[in-house]
């Protein structure tokens, strides 16, 4: 049984899912900090939430809101990246963000930044790509890039120069 399930690539998709598991573990503790008791997530071949709020209903994180898929996002890649810092030499010392503040009320958008300033104040550099105004006025240092012509930017900030 142990040749069929190597021969066809099945046991890795048991430890991957198993693995997997784990992450959603983690995951669901952070999203359910982050949504003040509200969504948990469930992994059994596809992420799903959990609405403690509708019952524990579970659906497809595809049909949540642009501001709940961004906390699901964050709850996941703050799981895989503790993950990956428990089984690895070197602890990851920085996360970048790429957007998804804009989808955030406001309420939902302190939480965000209050779990980022708690990474923050545990050692790891947070860098938040934004355009979202209010991300300008509680984030202390910024580096500023302002599209010129001719494909040229101006970036300004700390110890920063134009290109």
């Known amino acids: 049984k142990l040749k069929l399930l190597t021969a066809r690539g099945k046991f890795m998709e048991f430890i991957a899912s198993e693995y997997l598991q784990e992450i959603c573990v983690s995951a669901s503790k952070t999203l359910l900090s982050l949504t003040g008791g509200r969504y948990y997530l469930k992994y059994d071949d596809e992420f799903k939430a959990g609405d403690n709020f509708n019952g524990g209903a579970l659906r497809a994180v595809k049909t949540l809101s642009g501001g709940e898929t961004?906390?699901?996002?964050?709850?996941?890649?703050?799981?895989?990246?503790?993950?990956?810092?428990?089984?690895?030499?070197?602890?990851?010392?920085?996360?970048?963000?790429?957007?998804?503040?804009?989808?955030?009320?406001?309420?939902?958008?302190?939480?965000?930044?209050?779990?980022?300033?708690?990474?923050?104040?545990?050692?790891?550099?947070?860098?938040v790509i934004s355009h979202v105004a209010a991300l300008k006025e509680r984030i202390g240092t910024q580096i500023q890039v302002t599209p010129k012509t001719g494909g040229r930017s101006v970036v300004s900030g700390p110890g920063c120069s134009s290109v």
């Not at 010392?93 to 300033?117: R, S, V, W």
């Open 70 to 127: 961004f906390l699901v996002s964050l709850s996941l890649a703050l799981a895989l990246s503790g993950a990956i810092c428990a089984k690895s030499l070197r602890p990851i010392e920085f996360f970048f963000l790429d957007e998804g503040f804009g989808t955030l009320d406001e309420d939902t958008l302190d939480t965000a930044l209050d779990t980022l300033a708690g990474l923050h104040r545990d050692g790891k550099l947070i860098g």
